[in-house]
């Protein structure tokens, strides 16, 4: 079984991921469903790191696109499992 590395948690690694997550938050409101996916993936695997997001997955939660919308669940209950709780998120 392939384990996560830990994001850096501080120094430039760490100033990367908040770049790279926020790269990604901008990729959500692209009109392409693939960008949408590989963007909720890229977040799911960031985590925590990628908090600034939660705005954005609990508003891709309603797309009309069923898997982009079981794809922003993963997300946010990896980066927040207490928003995606209080979404409603199983």
Known sequence: MKSRAEPPASGKGAEA???AAL???KWL???EAPI???ALGGLAE???PAQPAVPALLAALD???GEIRELAARALK???IEAAAKAGVK
């Open 36 to 38: 949408r996916r590989a």
């Open 63 to 65: 797309d009309k696109d």
């Open 78 to 80: 990896s980066i927040d």
């Open 23 to 25: 790269v990604l938050v």
């Open 17 to 19: 991921v908040k770049v």
């Open 29 to 31: 409101h692209r009109p």
């Open 46 to 48: 960031i985590g925590k």
